[in-house]
């Protein structure tokens, strides 16, 4: 086996490579269940084989990416990246899940919203990590995110691909021209005062909303407000929290905003998104994951300068102003001939520097890997947001104390009976904590979970 | 055959032995008995794995339920909470909105259609048939994404129309009633050409002799539609009657890629309901359940309408 490069990466490798010999012979003690594959027990240099990987778009491309590195390691595995789309990709899981795992990918890249739905529906689906070697991972990840990716017992079934904390993005032409400073926006009530004033100088609303949700699922922001609060939809428990004070005083800002006339109606989809981020349908601000960062200096090229980034305003003055906005993780199935293999190509990928910068370089999704976020070639100063440290911005909300999302395998019904409350309250001018009540009972009954008292 | 008795038991057994293979040599002329039902093996394994096997899954999972990944045997369960679920009358409800408004005014407008394509006065015939026939050769999805672009509330192109002549702008997705009508507006561009030409089959079959004798009868036009015309086309008007109930009972793709049964759930549809219950939310239990509520009631249909259209004898 030949290495090309420098002393960290040789490290790395004879590492990983140490790591995965052992955790593999170790796998073999723990799973007898497991099919021995050809690979299983000896060293992981000598792994061979092809993997796939089920992915989409820009992810894809980042794990792409990896592959030239990896292969450096483990010359004998040949890795197909898939580009199945999104979201094209959850009902292709899911039928092969339904089907027993016929057909499933070696690699699945899944969103943190359908991981506890995987998890507990179709259970023994992916594969403990942890018999790979990638449970050692746990101290170099954010413990939020590690732990959604994590089963009942402590199982590893996902490795944080994508960690998410939320940028607030706002267009810095529009509020210069309203004379409207940005630093003394310390909460969402100052915001929607600034948002007015913005919407009177300039004719542009301070952000949009699929008010009839009928694009697309359109409660991005009603989660962060609730995000900022320490809640969700549910506690750790599990019971429904979605009507509690904190959902509630997220769903009046919203109706707040609504009345004064400042949020655009624009239905939800990525076209749109991109018409936003050009300036093409103008909003003064919009908030989205740490990925935008990126994606903007792509798609909204023409528009240097015009962006700034800053962490969201909080709720109420002194509170939380950083929320995990999604996130997306790497699986194993359990069905895969390959799994040592593919395990291996999870931890590169995810786990190593070399990985990380080959991933982030290509697909720009906002890593996890903290001895690589912490590195000084992540936090560089970026010339599209005039120089600023962008990253930091998101790093720094990784300190805050923000709670671990309980998304639950009900998420998806949480999600449709939250949609339908604010389109009643946006379009019809309901009070939200009567919709917000229903939406509970609906899920109540649909779930025979118990609303949080 | 012949008959291979032994010796002297002929006598006794001979009026059967007689009957039995000369039956036999009639019914298999030469082959053996099974021969048919060999040449329908095909058929009946195909019906055997992709229907009897599926109808039969689904009734088995509509009884079970799946908690924490443990499929458990629930009895009636779900068809019980099926009848206590607000979204399941909301699905039925808005289903059967768009069937009463849409099939009658589809069938109306495909018959006619189907009376001007057969008309000798129309030019350029298969011209025109073509045109109003290709909505049924469109896909899904592109039918989706121009319907949106034409619907669109903000900036489609229908209200710039509406807007052209001073009416609107309509939100058509954006508001329960218009999104209604969006999805029947859309279901009759994209069915009404399918009806006309069924219809126009079973006028070209209505000999040309009796509208000759109605005229010589001193009948108009529209005497003549409504006496030999309107009962010419009564075999075809019933079946795509049925058809189009049943097919509007079933209704999930227009909703699926124009509202996503939104706006807070204006235009769910049973179909709809069940899909995402499915698929959405993995609870094939309970989609199952829902399956079977929609057979029955589309059975229960069924039944009514060919009673109420049954022929007098």
Redesign the interface.
Known sequence: MKFHGNRTRRAVAVFTTAVLAASTLAACGQQPSTPASPTTGTGGAELTGTITVWSWTAPAKGLEAAIPGFQKLYPGVEVEVQDVGNPAIW?KI??SM?AGGAGLADVLNIGIDYMG?YV?????QLADLSGFGLGELAGDFPAGPWKSGQGAKGEVYGIPYEVNATGFFYRTDLFEKAGVDVTTIKTWDDLLTAGKTIMDATGVPLFALD??????DSANLWQLLTNLQGSFYFDAAGDITLNNAAGVKALEIIKQANDLGIVA???GSWDNLVAQMKGDKPVATFTAGGWMAGQLTIDGSGMAGKWGVAKPPAVAAGGLTAAINGGTYLSVSNTSPNKAAAAAFVKYALGTLEGQEAVYAAGGMFPGYLPFITSTSFSKPVDYYGGARVNDIFISQLDEDTPVVNYT??Y??AL?AL??AQ??VL?EGADPQTVLDAAAE?VA??TGRTIAK | MTVTTTKGSVDAVSPRALRVPDRRRRATAGYPRWTPYLFLLPAILLFAGFTVYPYVSALWLSLTT?R??ETTFAGLANYVRLL????FYTALKNTFVILIVQVPVMLALAVLLAVAFNSVLLKARALWRTIYFVPIVMGLVAYGILF?ALF???DGFVNQLLGAVGAGPI?W???GFW?KMTIVIALTWHYTGQSAIIYLAQLQAIPVDLYEAAAADGAGAVQRFWNVTWPGLRPALVLTAILSTIGTLQLFDEPFV???G????ATLTVGMYLY?NG????D?GYASAIGYALTLIIGAISLIQLRLTREKP
């Open positions: 009902d899911t039928t339904a739905n507990e529906k179709f259970p023994g008010k009839a949700a009928t694009a697309a109606d624009i239905p395998s009900d998806a019904r449709k949609d339908d389109t009643q379009l609906l009954q649909q | 799946n924490g990944g206590r679920d607000p979204l949106r669109s509330s903000q939100p997705l954006a508001n999104a124009l509202t996503g939104g706006p807070n759930n995402t698929f959405r939310y993995f094939f």
